[in-house]
């Protein structure tokens, strides 16, 4: 078979099996095809590469910059391809079973302090040019920083979730995972006032979008392209360093803010949707960090001066 056609059946059989999300499809199909162009130059393909092309491919990821994360990620997509296509026959062996990859680095998530979430709130309701927009714009980003959820979740929520002033909403998630997720007194007003301005708005007759935040798009409804650089404008409006905060800094933020309150760290698992709770464990570290620096430039014995009078004593 052709590199098009084992990358056409592999990612429809992650499809068919893990109900992979479409984003998690494209990411895959990226790294497979630029690690098929790799081989085109070198007379190879897909059935026919080694372990030794694809060491060479790593190699040549680094040569190029790419992150360790990055080339993580490809070696992951390529390990998976050719383990699917050994159990498949169209290879009698694995050559990615043995390769180690460069370990990924936990970076520590960006977040935001909660007096910056809260200017960014006001400029969602004085940013928009029409208060149709001030409105959806208010309600997605209290929706957001009430629940944490991941942009392409928010962006498609269903209508029909947020009818009959719910104090919690259902979510789909990764993998069709659904879970439910309470909604704070701010986001549930903002809800039922942008609610108010689309039932107002409704042409009788003609069908209702099922999305909460509807557009005249391929999909329906906002983009998550479009709400990034929405994101992108509110935090420049407000004042706020834009190329430091996107919708994920705000789900960060959410966790982060909850952890610092007392939340327990099985509930913010539960709250972001992580099927394990090694991923939510990250925003600990997040505290520890926060928690050494108000000791050094707080606490009394921190400054020269005060050990100083310390000794003396």
Not at 46 to 53: H, I, K, N, Q, W
Not at 139 to 164: D, F, H, K, W
Not at 278 to 289: C, F, K, L, N, R
Not at 302 to 311: F, G, M, R, W
Request: with cysteine; proline share 6%; net charge positive.
């Amino acid at each position: 078979m052709s590199d098009t056609r084992w990358l056409e059946r592999f990612l429809e059989a992650i499809q068919a099996e893990r109900d992979a999300a479409r984003n998690t499809t494209l990411s895959y199909a990226r790294d497979l095809t630029d690690f098929s162009a790799f081989l085109v130059p070198r007379g190879l393909d897909l059935s026919t590469a080694g372990r030794p092309d694809i060491e060479a491919y790593l190699v040549d990821q680094a040569d190029r910059g790419m992150a360790d994360a990055t080339r993580a990620r490809r070696l992951s997509a390529i390990r998976q391809l050719y383990r699917f296509a050994f159990l498949e026959g169209w290879r009698t062996d694995d050559p990615a079973a043995l390769i180690r990859g460069p370990r990924r680095r936990r970076a520590l998530p960006a977040s935001l302090a909660e007096a910056e979430v809260d200017r960014l709130l006001d400029a969602a309701t004085a940013f928009g040019r029409t208060e149709a927009d001030r409105l959806r714009d208010t309600c997605l980003m209290q929706i957001l920083y009430a629940t944490g959820l991941r942009v392409s979740e928010l962006v498609s929520l269903p209508v029909a979730a947020a009818r009959g002033d719910p104090r919690m909403i259902l979510v789909r998630g990764k993998g069709g995972r659904e879970r439910m997720v309470p909604l704070s007194p701010p986001a549930r007003e903002a809800l039922a006032t942008w609610l108010g301005h689309l039932d107002a708005r409704a042409e009788p007759g003609r069908p209702r979008s099922p999305h909460l935040f509807p557009s005249r798009g391929r999909r329906g409804h906002m983009t998550r392209e479009r709400f990034f650089l929405l994101v992108k404008d509110l935090a420049r409006f407000a004042g706020l360093d834009p190329t430091s905060i996107s919708p994920h800094t705000l789900r960060h933020a959410f966790a982060t803010h909850l952890l610092a309150h007392g939340a327990d760290l099985r509930v913010i698992q539960t709250l972001l949707g992580h099927a394990s709770i090694a991923t939510t464990e990250i925003y600990t570290h997040v505290i520890e960090a926060r928690l050494r620096e108000l000791v050094l430039e707080k606490h009394p014995l921190a400054t020269p001066a005060a050990a100083l009078e310390a000794d003396e004593r």
